[in-house]
């Protein structure tokens, strides 16, 4: 396995030249939070079966007819640069939650099946997170908010530009207040082929101001995800952390838009 990590070549910023929000970050200590559960990438036929069990029940409390068709893996579920997050009980390994993250390095988002998006969007590093679906128990709020910063931090490894993502109404209000925006605004509510044609906001984040704004907007998530350290949240396969794709996927165009497209996201062993 040819494995790659990632080595800053950024050079320090001075304190003297440093912003408001640079001094922010370098002066808050972190904090160290231990969890009851664990968050790793699905890396075994148990791993995503229990993922899919999650996932399944979580779909058939909201809509029950799309859920039958989530009661086995997806094949994107094993796709070159996607990876399925299980967040799994400490107590007795029961899986507690799940995300699948796809990336635009090998061939589109699921979502650009769609709706097309714009091509300055189009040509960054995106990555999509699809298929949330936690348990009904007490630590189920606490398990996806630990989905969202494992998603955030897969980001960061792979120097992801973008986090986009399609949500329903009226969890779509729970990505507005994290500062997520749509990708067409004023667009609304399209439909999604991926879950069943229902309508949903396609939403962007960029991940390069997220401290920033997070600071600017005094926002929680900024000690949760960016001042909180959770070794409970592992993303490694067989060891290693995930590795950066070479070069973009080739020029893709849906419903009308943009035909030169180059593609990008990241790969995994």
């Known amino acids: 396995m040819n494995q790659q990590h990632f080595v800053s070549t950024v050079q320090p910023i001075p304190m003297a030249k440093r912003t408001m929000p640079e001094l922010a970050r370098v002066q808050t200590k972190k904090m160290v939070e231990h969890l009851p559960f664990t968050i790793s990438i699905a890396q075994s036929s148990t791993e995503l079966t229990q993922a899919v069990a999650i996932r ?30 299980l967040a799994s009980s400490k107590l007795d390994g029961s899986p507690l939650g799940t995300m699948r993250i796809q990336t635009n390095c090998f061939k589109p988002l699921e979502l650009e099946d769609s709706l097309a998006l714009p091509k300055w969007l189009a040509t960054q590093r995106l990555a999509e997170a699809a298929r949330l679906g936690v348990t009904q128990e007490k630590m189920g709020r606490l398990v996806k908010s630990m989905l969202f910063k494992a ?14 993502i399609t949500a329903r109404s009226p969890v779509d209000r729970q990505y507005d207040r994290l500062l997520f925006d749509d990708v067409y605004p004023g ?50 396969v067989n060891g290693m952390l995930p590795r950066r794709a070479s070069r973009p996927s080739q020029p893709h165009a849906v419903n009308g838009g943009d035909s030169q497209r180059p593609m990008a996201r990241f790969a995994h062993a």
């Open 56 to 85: 399944h029940g979580a779909y058939a409390r909201h809509v029950p007819g799309f859920a039958e068709t989530l009661q086995v893996a997806e094949s994107l579920d094993s796709d070159d640069g996607v990876i399925v997050l």
């Open 151 to 164: 998603y955030f931090q897969y980001c960061q490894l792979d120097s992801i530009d973008w986090m986009v």
């Open 187 to 236: 667009m609304g509510y399209v439909p999604v082929h991926h879950v069943d044609n229902m309508p949903h906001r396609v939403m962007k984040f960029e991940i390069a101001t997220a401290q920033e704004r997070w600071i600017k907007a005094k926002h929680p998530m900024y000690d949760f995800i960016i001042n909180t350290i959770h070794p409970d949240i592992d993303l490694r």
